[in-house]
Structure formats: C-alpha cells, structure tokens
C-alpha cells in the first residue's frame, strides 16, 4: 500500500498563503522548465507556450490561497497547465503556425538518438531538423487530449497514475488514450520512414 | 517489417526534450511575469484590486463553516433590530406633526338657525395648513417644513340638534 507523501513544495506553499511573494518565486522557478515543457509539446509553438505560461503562474498565483493541499503542489499545477492548454488550443483551432525551439546539439550525443540513427534508417537519413519538423507534424495530427497524455507519459516521463490525477480519469482512460495515440503516430510516421527526405 | 514500432516511438518523442527555448529564456522568466504583474495591477480599477484583497482575506479565514441557516438567521434578526431602533429613533417633531388633532371649523350658523329648507349644509374643512410655514420654521428650525391635513374621523361630526 502506497504511504502517504509529504508534499516537498509544502513549506513554499505555506509560505506563498502567508503573504511571502517570493516563496512563489521560488516555485515559478522550480516549475517553469518542466512546465514549459508540457505547455510547449501541446502547442509546438514558442510564442504562444511563453504567454500560457506566464498566464499560468498569474492563475495559480490568484488561487493558492485556496489550495489545501488535497494534492500536492505538483500535480495542482500541471492540472492548471494542463486545463488551461486545452481551453487554449479549443480555441486556437486549426490556424497556426509550429514556432518550433531549436534542437540542443547535444542531442548529438544522446544514447537513444545514436541508437536511433544506428538502427533506423529513416532517422538516419533525415537531418536534425527534418526528423524534429516530422515529429512535431505528427504530434499536432493528434487530438488535443491524446497529445497531452503523449506529451505527459513519453516526453515528461510521468507515471500513467500522475497522469490519471493531473486529467482527472482513471488509469484505464490513460491507458487507452496512448495505445491509440501510438497507433496514430505510427500511421503518421509511416510516411516519413517511407520517404525521409522530402 | 521497416516499420517504428512502440519503443522506436516512444524513443523519437524522448527526443523532443531537446528543444529548448533560446539561452537565458527561463533566467527572464521570472522578471518577466514580475513586469506583467505589475502591468496587470496598473490596468486593473481600484474597485476590483479591493474586492480582491477582501476575497482573499475572506478565502484565508475560511469563512465556509459561518455560512449556515442560523448564521443567516442571526444576522438577518441583528439588521431587524438595527431597523427598528432607527425607527424609534425618529425626531419628536415628526410625532407631534403626526399625532396633532385635526382642527374642525364650522361655518358661521352652523349653531344657529337649522330649517329644513335650505339643503344640508356640511361642515367644512379647512384645507390650510394648521400653522403658517413662518410659524413653523420659527418654532422648529432644525427639521424641514411639515403640512398636515386636516381630517375629521366620522366620530369626530357634529350632531344634529331639532
């Protein structure tokens, strides 16, 4: 049986109800990087993953008086994010453009891209920014709801649980959603591994 | 089979993890949302940065449990009573306007000569105000001008003598 954990974000929190603006600091800048993260692979673009996330932090910052730590501060978050993604991109639509990052080079060096390029021929053949474009296609093909669970299991690393609280379905639904959302990629990258270099 | 399958996959979006915003993005970012808060603060009026602050300090006190039928009932007995001194609390001028008997006037031969001839004649009222508005003001200063209109209860009629 799972034993209840204390929240590591509790004392911040605390802090933050209490009236000490720079305990929040403090968790905008734990959370940004990771947040950012979420925000940006639901959307592919960099203009629009800085305002939510900006409108994000406002957000929690107005409700945490009234977090009572029912979850703890991580999970609170990514579900604002998370909400607040979706409402986004209901109403974006269809009409965007991907603002995508630029690739860290040291993705040169990553133990699975070597792997990739060593067993894949399609990865092997497309550039960088070929194979990142590709994904980033793939990924806005997907519907909203099954990106953000692609996002949260296979790019962010959460446990299929996390995901369940942060969506609030149940674990099954998570489930189901990636083995779809897998399928689906698949079909989309079929393409692209028939023809890499278009 | 040339074909991702569900590792493959799983291995192409781990990459996605090395897009990262330009350098020095997320050292801003909090400066950054510092600026729009304040720029929010300014933009915003005075009336809902109070009712803010007052829902705010309402939310820290949790004032959920207070929100019952009895409270209500409480506070809603605590504004009756407040009412009702008020009520009672009125100058003495307005009551003494109020409860001053109506004056009766009759007309001259009303006592007098009554002949069955001449039509009924009914007491007349006097439509003037018992005092002039000078005498009024001069006796009470404070409170603004009252008129009272006469009126005459039916118990209040002459009877008729043959």
């Known amino acids: 049986m799972d034993q209840p954990r204390t929240d590591p974000d509790q004392e911040l929190v605390k802090r933050t109800q209490s009236g000490a603006a720079a305990a929040f600091d403090e968790l905008v800048i734990k959370y940004t990087p990771r947040l950012y993260g979420l925000v940006y692979n639901m959307t592919s673009n960099h203009e629009d993953t800085n305002d939510l996330l900006q409108d994000i932090f406002a957000k929690a910052y107005k409700a945490i008086r009234g977090f009572r730590g029912k979850s703890s501060f991580y999970t609170w978050i990514h579900s604002i994010a998370v909400n607040m993604t979706l409402n986004f991109l209901k109403k974006r639509g269809r009409r965007f453009q991907l603002s995508l990052d630029d690739v860290d080079a040291s993705v040169q060096n990553d133990k699975e891209f070597l792997e990739l390029t060593a067993t894949s021929s399609p990865v092997r053949e497309a550039d960088l920014s070929e194979l990142q474009r590709r994904l980033n296609e793939a990924m806005m093909k997907l519907s909203d709801e099954h990106r953000a669970v692609v996002t949260m299991f296979h790019i962010q690393g959460m446990p299929h649980a996390e995901i369940s609280k942060i969506l609030r379905v149940s674990e099954g639904t998570v489930r189901s959603r990636l083995f779809y959302a897998n399928r689906q990629l698949q079909n989309y990258l079929d393409e692209f591994r028939k023809n890499p270099v278009s | ?162």
């Open chain 2, 1 to 162: 089979m040339d074909e991702f399958d569900d590792s493959e996959i799983a291995r192409l979006l781990r990459l996605k993890r090395y897009e990262q915003p330009p350098p020095g993005y997320f050292e801003n970012f909090l400066h950054e949302f510092h600026r729009r808060q304040r720029d929010d603060l300014l933009r915003q009026p005075l009336w809902r940065i109070c009712l803010e602050r007052a829902h705010s300090f309402i939310t820290r006190l949790d004032v959920r449990p207070l929100a019952s039928y009895p409270t209500a009932a409480a506070a809603v007995f605590v504004c009756a009573a407040i009412i009702s001194l008020k009520i009672y609390q009125q100058p003495e001028t307005a009551r003494v306007a109020q409860q001053s008997p109506p004056t009766l006037s009759l007309p001259a031969n009303a006592e007098g000569e009554w002949n069955l001839a001449a039509p009924v004649s009914m007491p007349m009222l006097r439509t003037q105000p018992v005092r002039s508005f000078r005498e009024s003001a001069q006796t009470h200063r404070a409170a603004p001008p009252r008129y009272v209109l006469d009126s005459v209860p039916v118990s209040y009629e002459p009877t008729f003598r043959f």
